[in-house]
């Protein structure tokens, strides 16, 4: 890897400040100062400014605990995006893995590895999400055996299904393996019902961290990154 494109990975220099660094001899390389932006840096080199030894970001995998009115995405459409609460340099780098509306709580992940984020989305992979569903309505027999045999959504050809387990009168788990837009919201508005609250319990087989508040979040460890 190139210098300067180094020390902007393991910092938050942009290329410019980086190659003034150069320039200054603030920069070494094994102890020796190096002020050409272009040396490459091999894997056994330590790196240092101002003395400070400094090693680039690897790849990131974190999961947080979506709040409620905050958006999957990195643009502010009215709401705050979730990286807000994501406290680490160059956040702006993390892709979401998929999306939660703003008004949806629970899992989210967050990674700078865009293959491991493409494993999880690609409709292809059939991930399945595990849903909360509180309701405005009771929740009957005919509804749940719908929303387990296939509904068929508005604007679409061909009926979705999920896994649905009644909790209460008024609240039922659902897993669905696809990611349609408003998917589960609309599955139950196709069987007469409106879904009131949704929280994301897991993905795969991860589960959201039961000691993460909304707002919180860790990073995964590396048994959970292998799971996808």
């Not at 027999?141 to 679409?156: K, M, R, Y």
């Not at 408003?182 to 009131?196: D, F, I, T």
């Amino acid at each position: 890897m190139r210098l300067d494109k180094y020390l902007c990975s393991a910092t938050e220099l942009t290329r410019s400040l980086a190659k003034k660094l150069l320039h200054r001899g603030e920069v070494t390389c094994d102890g020796e100062v190096i002020k050409d932006p272009g040396f490459k840096v091999a894997e056994h080199h330590v790196i240092c400014i101002d003395g400070e030894p400094v090693t680039p970001m690897g790849e990131r995998y974190l999961m947080l605990h979506k709040p409620d009115n905050c958006v999957s995405s990195h643009v502010d459409d009215g709401h705050p995006s979730v990286l807000i609460y994501i406290d680490q340099p160059r956040r702006e780098e993390l892709k979401i893995v998929g999306r939660l509306d703003a008004d949806t709580t629970g899992l989210l992940l967050l990674t700078s590895d865009g293959k491991w984020s493409h494993r999880i989305t690609s409709p292809n992979s059939r991930c399945p999400k595990r849903y909360r569903v509180t309701l405005a309505d009771p929740i009957d027999q005919h509804q749940l055996d719908a929303l387990n045999s296939g509904v068929l959504l508005h604007g679409e050809s061909e009926p979705v299904s999920g896994q649905a387990e009644q909790i209460d009168s008024h609240s039922l788990w659902l897993t669905i393996g696809e990611g349609k837009y408003h998917q589960v919201k609309r599955m139950c508005a196709a069987v007469g019902n409106k879904v009131v609250d949704l929280h994301r319990h897991s993905i795969g087989e991860l589960t959201l961290d039961s000691g993460l508040a909304p707002g919180e979040w860790r990073a995964l460890t590396q048994e959970e990154i292998a799971l996808f």
